[in-house]
């Protein structure tokens, strides 16, 4: 594994703390890997009847619109 710095909010290490506290997972790094896992599975994964070319649009288009400012919902 390869190991990457980021930056999250306090209240992200308080809750992963606590997840890691009930015995939900054994270590904040495998919390995080989990959540990565599920979130690379929804967004390139997983998209129902979706080809490559829409799926890689639809992403381009979150990450313009996110660049500008916008927020999105689907």
Do not use: C, F, W
Request: glycine share 6%.
């Amino acid at each position: 594994m390869r190991i990457i710095t980021v930056k999250i909010p306090e209240a992200y290490v308080r809750e992963l703390d606590e997840l890691v506290r009930l015995g939900i997972y054994p270590s904040r790094s495998e919390a995080i890997r989990v959540a990565l896992r599920e979130l690379l599975k929804k967004e390139l994964y997983n998209q129902a009847g979706e080809g490559d070319v829409q799926r890689a649009v639809r992403i381009q288009s979150r990450h313009l619109l996110k660049r500008k400012g916008y927020t999105y919902d689907y």
